[in-house]
T-cell receptor, first 115, second 116 residues
Framework: DAKTTQPNSMESNEEEPVHLPCNHSTISGTDYIHWYRQLPSQGPEYVIHGLTSNVNNRMASLAIAEDRKSSTLILHRATLRDAAVYYC????????????????FGTGTRLTIIP | KAGVTQTPRYLIKTRGQQVTLSCSPI?????VSWYQQTPGQGLQFLFE???????NKGNFPGRFSGRQFSNSRSEMNVSTLELGDSALYLCASSSMPLAGGGHEQFFGPGTRLTVL
């Protein structure tokens, strides 16, 4: 099953861009790359997702490598409110109904913003 | 449009008891998924229901079960509680099943379960 690998933690200065990496070397052709984030004491919230092309929305940008084996979530100008745990997950056709790793978020990257 | 709601928000139980948690999805959403979040294991998938049918199941023992009603509201039950079941239980809704991949999930605030 395809899974993702992210650094455990990252730090960034306020008002600077942040690039959060994610590796997914066993991604399949039908897998979407999703990013969620979880602020302290809240449930996760959707950030962005994409399949092959780079994507932009009001929260962030998603840059997908040409071979799709990695991606980067870009926060263009980090604020203190962006301090959260960021999860990179794959969503796509499921092979089996049991213990499928695509359905688990894992531990993500804890992003700390330095004022 | 109201978000995903979960009740109760906090719960304290003792070992051996059972517990039922409730989740009301966003209006019109038919997919409801449940997750367990603990500091060491992160956010682990429990199961997904779509149109009253269990579509996917994570790697949890049979003590964890769920169901979905015709109005898409879902309940999760844990029987014979163990200390290790202490966690934040999150519910998420989506307009389509998780298989397929192109739809986002909306999470509720979670139910904090403490087992003593």
């Amino acid at each position: 099953d395809a899974k993702t690998t992210q650094p455990n933690s990252m730090e960034s200065n306020e008002e600077e861009p942040v690039h959060l990496p994610c590796n997914h070397s066993t991604i399949s052709g039908t897998d979407y790359i999703h990013w969620y984030r979880q602020l302290p004491s809240q449930g996760p919230e959707y950030v962005i997702h994409g399949l092959t092309s780079n994507v932009n929305n009001r929260m962030a940008s998603l840059a997908i490598a040409e071979d799709r084996k990695s991606s980067t979530l870009i926060l263009h100008r980090a604020t203190l409110r962006d301090a959260a745990v960021y999860y990179c997950i794959l969503r796509g056709a499921l092979i089996s109904n049991f213990g499928n790793e695509k359905l688990t978020f894992g531990t993500g990257t804890r992003l700390t913003i330095i004022p | 449009k109201a978000g995903v709601t979960q009740t109760p928000r906090y719960l304290i139980k003792t070992r051996g008891q059972q517990v039922t948690l409730s989740c009301s999805p966003i209006s019109g959403h038919r997919s409801v998924s449940w997750y367990q979040q603990t500091p060491g294991q992160g956010l682990q998938f429990l199961f997904e229901y779509f149109s009253e049918t269990q579509r996917n199941k994570g790697n949890f023992p049979g003590r964890f079960s769920g169901r979905q009603f015709s109005n898409s509201r879902s309940e999760m039950n844990v029987s014979t509680l163990e200390l290790g079941d202490s966690a934040l239980y999150l519910c998420a809704s989506s307009s389509m099943p998780l298989a397929g991949g192109g739809h986002e999930q909306f999470f509720g605030p979670g139910t904090r379960l403490t087992v003593l």
